[in-house]
């Protein structure tokens, strides 16, 4: 077994019925995640035909490749997203190829079978085309041609590497368990690299099943897992002493993968800390008790969300303040960040009133954005206001005299303190003087007029939302 230095799998070795138990259910898993034959020939075919119509479409010394998870076989059953490179040649001007790239993604649409071609601006521009009738979206992005990632010319170049990496290294039984590895990380939610879930990509999965060997290897060492943790895994070796910390430092990061196609690059980069702590949380779960149940997390239904939101509420003798808004049709990363950015303004202006949440969660789902908190009961009825020294004769006597003798003044060393009736008796007289544009700033893409405050009750289609960004958020492993 490979097991890095600081990661000794011995306290996680599995008795031989467990360890049994383990690979029948990632056998179980695999059979429900991987595509059927006809899917991927089904997929393949699609791919194929696409990029005849690009080669058409393109000058000859334009190569087309396909690329993702597809290419490596690690895509899951039911993935619809198959990823087109168009790699010009490095001779190719940036705006040439970005013209002549896009231009071909839109000319080979068919309207007559419902295809629809729109332009994506990621860090480089991309066609994704969309085949209503299939259900499948395709990027198409335009990149140069390299061999090393020193000759890159974009960001996007680096994946043809990857490719190359993937089908070189891995077996195919070991891209079964990429497979199973990304489903696993998906029902735990920390699958995917974008903001929202700062979790693991896929590309990523497969380098840590390259250098751990099989998903249940990862597993272990996953449940054994010690920051500071540097995956070197072009070498498969875990690295340690000087070598790690100069890597530390580098990537300003206690969990890196380095990129074995581009030394620059942590492709950890995006996985926070607590989806690296529930990673591995997750994984002592399932080797303690392998079995479907540990693997799914199950017991995360959201039906009857009201009525569990409720009863989680009462149980902590509090209440869910949520505010619910549309949310701007713009990049769903950004959305995101300003999602956080007013779930902490609004947390922190909660908290400094006397009513620190217990609990603040947030969720986006398409166009509908919330942040709710689950807040103790208690009406404030006067609140402690931090005056001047005493020792600042005019700034003292403002303070005292504003209190018109209503108003209990004490002292602190030299510090004046006054008792008055709070500005807020409730959460809720809160978040709607914030709504009247009074209060916290709103990030700049958010708008007021869509926003509507929910105190406990509340629609069933919020309360589901609500709920599922708190059983995201719970932590139920029996580790
Ligand atoms: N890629 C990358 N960094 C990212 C996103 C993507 O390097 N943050 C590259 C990777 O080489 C990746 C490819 O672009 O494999 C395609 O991206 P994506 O479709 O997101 O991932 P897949 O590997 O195809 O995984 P999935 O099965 O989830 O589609
Ligand atoms: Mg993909």
């Not at 995917?192 to 390259?210: D, I, K, N, P």
């Not at 920051?227 to 990537?251: C, H, N, W, Y």
């Not at 199950?298 to 505010?323: E, W």
């Not at 004769?393 to 602190?412: M, P, Q």
Request: with cysteine; net charge positive; proline share 4%.
């Amino acid at each position: 077994m490979h097991v890095g230095a600081s990661m000794k799998a011995v306290d996680y070795a599995l008795s031989r019925s467990k360890s049994r138990r383990l690979d029948a259910v990632v056998e179980a898993m695999l059979r429900e995640v991987k595509p059927s034959e006809r899917e991927i020939r089904d997929t393949t075919r699609m791919a194929n035909e696409l990029m005849g119509r690009l080669k058409g479409a393109l000058p000859r010394n334009v190569e087309i490749i396909l690329a993702g998870s597809i290419a490596r076989g690690t895509q899951m059953s039911g993935n619809t997203d198959i990823d087109i490179f168009l790699l010009f040649p490095k001779s190719a001007a940036k705006d040439e190829l970005e013209r002549k790239g896009l231009s071909a993604a839109r000319s080979i649409i068919d309207t007559k079978k419902n295809e629809r071609c729109e332009v994506k601006y990621a860090e480089h521009p991309y066609a994704r085309l969309s085949l209503e009738d299939m259900g499948i979206t395709v990027d198409v992005v335009p990149a140069y041609r390299i061999a090393k990632a020193d000759e890159m010319g974009t960001a996007v170049d680096r994946t043809q590497l990857h490719n190359e990496f993937v089908i070189a290294h891995m077996t195919q039984k070991q891209r079964d368990a990429v497979r199973v590895m990304k489903a696993f990380l998906d029902r735990h939610g920390i699958y995917g690299a974008e903001a929202m879930t700062e979790g693991f990509s896929g590309y990523l999965c497969e380098l840590l099943v390259h250098h751990y060997g099989s998903f249940q290897q990862a597993v272990a060492a996953f449940a054994a897992a010690k920051t500071p943790l540097v995956i070197d895994p072009e070498k498969r070796a875990v690295m340690t002493g000087a070598a790690a910390s100069a890597q530390i430092k580098k990537f300003n990061s206690a969990f890196i993968v380095i990129d074995p196609t581009d030394s620059d690059r942590n492709v950890a980069a995006n996985v926070s800390p607590d989806s690296l702590a529930r990673a591995s949380l997750a994984s002592r779960a399932l080797l303690r008790n392998p079995g479907k149940g540990t693997f799914n997390r199950a017991g995360h239904s959201d039906v009857g969300a009201r009525g569990r939101l409720s009863s989680l509420a009462k149980g902590l003798g509090a209440s869910v303040y949520v505010v619910n808004f549309v949310a701007p049709d713009i990049a769903e990363d950004i959305i995101w960040q300003q999602l956080k950015r007013l779930s902490v303004r609004l947390g922190t202006a909660l908290g400094s009133n006397g009513f620190t949440p217990l609990m603040s969660l947030q969720r986006l789902h398409e166009r509908d954005a919330l942040v709710a908190f689950i807040v103790r009961d208690a009406l404030i009825k006067a609140e402690l206001a931090k005056g001047p020294s005493a020792f600042m004769a005019e700034a003292a006597s403002r303070f005292i005299r504003a209190r018109k003798g209503n108003g209990l003044v004490s002292l602190e060393g030299d510090r004046l303190y006054a008792i008055r009736p709070p500005r807020f008796r409730t959460p809720k007289e809160l978040l709607q003087k914030f709504l009247t544009g009074r209060g916290a700033e709103l990030p700049s893409h958010l708008k007021r007029k869509s926003m509507r405050i929910y105190v406990n009750s509340m629609p069933e289609s919020i309360a589901r939302l609500v709920y599922q960004a708190y059983a995201a958020r719970k932590l139920d492993y029996k580790v």
